[in-house]
């Protein structure tokens, strides 16, 4: 499936920095501006990976790493602590209390990003992969193209991450609602029926001649990536 990444930083302009960044790298991503509301998300919810700012209003990003390195749940989660203390004591106590990686402000978009890349392939690979295979159908996340049947598709920026989006995960149903925060983002204020328009595009451009529709209509519910296309039954 397509790695989340929560993001829990107050400083609104360099938040929506970081997510706009992480979503053009396709993943799932999260924004949080307080320790106590991220803290109750990730109760519900944990993601992949976890961006913790150090000053935090009410609970302090150092107290909820603490906190999280004592629930089962939460115990492994990968966490990079973003902070403005360059200290080395600073560091190691960033360190200590249970953050893998510690990046000091200003930084590198680039580098967190290479950061970030680096630590999913070492929890686990799958996440980062970037190809996504199914029957005849080939995606490559970093090239932005795709195959079928050895024939390349031209998809528009919505068409590809509709279908990467659906790929990750197989079988799951998505509800168009899901699709249009995972596509458009949570922000973006979209009717549900665009969900449809650009399903159908996708299905034009991937479904030429006799080929078979991978994506299934499930009705009252969404849409789902068949994960029994391409299978012998």
């Known amino acids: 499936m397509i790695p989340k990444i929560l993001i829990v930083e107050d400083e609104e302009a360099l938040g929506t920095l970081l997510r706009y960044n992480l979503e053009a790298e396709g993943y799932e991503v999260q924004l949080i501006a307080e320790g106590d509301e991220a803290e109750t998300a990730l109760h519900e919810s944990v993601p992949d990976l976890l961006i913790l700012d150090w000053m935090l209003p009410g609970l302090s990003g150092i107290e909820l790493c603490r906190r999280l390195r004592a629930r089962k749940q939460t115990k492994r989660l990968p966490i990079i602590m973003l902070t403005a203390r360059g200290e080395e004591s600073e560091r190691i106590r960033g360190l200590s209390t249970g953050a893998d990686d510690y990046v000091v402000k200003p930084f590198s978009v680039p580098e967190l990003m290479a950061r970030i890349n680096a ?48 790929m990750h995960n197989p079988g799951r149903v998505y509800s168009r609602e899901q699709l249009l925060n995972a596509v458009w983002g949570q922000d973006v204020y979209v009717d549900e029926r665009t969900v449809d328009v650009h399903v159908g595009r996708l299905r034009r451009a991937i479904n030429r001649g006799k080929a078979v529709d991978p994506i299934r209509t499930v009705r009252g519910a969404g849409y789902a990536f068949d994960d029994k296309f391409g299978k012998l039954n």
């Open 119 to 166: 630590m999913l392939r070492r929890v686990n690979p799958e996440l980062v992969s970037k190809n996504l295979k199914a029957g005849d159908i080939e995606l490559d996340r970093e090239t932005h193209r795709v195959n079928r049947a050895e024939r390349e598709i031209h998809l528009g920026p919505k068409e590809f991450r509709l279908l990467e989006y659906l």
